[in-house]
């Protein structure tokens, strides 16, 4: 029997729980509450009643322990309380109001009008508006954010060659810290403006060359993540780059390139552009000389390469890790079983 059904003062005896399911009206709402948790406007539209009316009756049920009133906003809604069926007086109280229910066809509207609740939504997104698919969706941050919880390591980001600053888009949102870096104070300004624009808190900035002792400071141990975004392409030697990126990434983490396939647009010598494009094995190998193991070239989708002056070029990403200290572990090295957890990411 259930002991919370009713209140257990003297003035409120158990027989008080009759006495409140003694009306047709309360019998058939707390039916009806069984069924689906309902807003006190709905079922005052079920019932034939005023919401006035329905308030009042949904408050002695709720005072006896029998509902559960839940705010949203302006609106109420209204459940049955889970154990309170368990009490065979409110069983037989609900089976009496299902049929009431059953027989007014009260309860055969239930599922109408929780489909109602949808018709704003579809009225509202079926709204002919002007097209904004082409512009970024101003809450990508947000996306990126769902993103973060399944991330191996998110902890701190470096973003190599930051410019002004357009990866921070994504991974302020996406890491706990970034460190932007770039060797041109004009550059960093732009970047500056974008963080303090965007509201970004988990930014800082690192002026220097990416080996030098100010950006080695501010990196400390090693990032979980570097990131260059086609600045290969621009280094005079992108071999010592690559080795310079992987000196910033701490052991366990992970390089990321982006930058462009081999081609023969001369005209990109103009953006100042040193190298037209890298194979992929290029790349492949940097990595190898740089100590990173695990190299995966892949070809972004064109459509994913925006409007810019390189937007006619074929864009690829350059993945690899460095490498935990070597220590053997059953089955393998230390190693071993990162590069079958990284494996397993990238395929899963």
């Not at 047709?24 to 539209?45: K, Q, S, T």
């Not at 970004?200 to 900035?205: K, P, Y």
């Not at 552009?273 to 989708?301: K, M, N, Q, T, Y």
């Amino acid at each position: 029997m259930l002991e919370a059904a009713v209140p257990s003062s003297p003035s409120s005896p158990r027989w008080e729980l009759y006495r409140v399911l003694s009306e047709p009206i309360r019998l058939r709402l707390l039916a009806l509450a069984a069924e689906e948790e309902l807003a006190v406007g709905e079922l005052a539209d079920l019932l034939g009643e005023s919401q006035p009316n329905i308030s009042r009756h949904a408050a002695a049920l709720k005072q006896s322990n029998l509902l559960v009133v839940r705010k949203q906003g302006t609106r109420a809604l209204l459940q049955l309380r889970a154990e309170a069926g368990a009490d065979p007086v409110v069983q037989d109280a609900l089976t009496s109001g299902r049929a009431l229910c059953v027989s007014d066809g009260s309860l055969a509207r239930v599922a109408e009008v929780v489909r109602a609740r949808d018709a704003a939504a579809r009225e509202f997104f079926a709204r002919p508006v002007e097209s904004s698919v082409a512009r970024p969706a101003p809450e990508l941050g947000a996306y990126v954010r769902m993103l973060a919880p399944i991330l191996p390591r998110a902890g701190l980001a470096v973003d190599a060659g930051t410019g002004d600053g357009g990866l921070l888009d994504v991974l302020s949102p996406a890491y706990e810290r970034v460190i932007a870096v770039d060797r041109s104070e004009a550059q960093l300004a732009r970047a500056r403006e974008r963080v303090a624009l965007r509201r970004f808190d988990n930014v800082a900035f690192a002026l220097g060359e990416l080996d030098s002792a100010a950006v080695r400071a501010s990196v400390g141990p090693g990032a979980d993540a570097v990131f260059a975004a086609r600045l290969l392409h621009h280094a005079p030697k992108p071999a010592v780059v690559v080795g310079q990126l992987a000196a910033l990434c701490s052991a366990g983490g992970t390089v990321v390139v982006l930058d462009y396939l081999h081609h023969d647009d001369e005209a990109m010598r103009e953006q100042a552009d040193l190298w037209l494009g890298f194979r992929a094995a290029e790349l492949e190998s940097f990595a190898r000389d740089a100590g990173l193991v695990d190299p995966r070239v892949r070809v972004i989708p064109a459509a994913l390469n925006g409007k810019g002056p390189d937007a006619h070029l074929t864009w690829q990403l350059l993945v690899a890790n460095k490498p935990m200290p070597s220590t053997r572990v059953e089955g393998g090295t230390n190693q071993d079983s990162v590069t079958k957890r990284r494996k397993a990411l990238d395929h899963g």
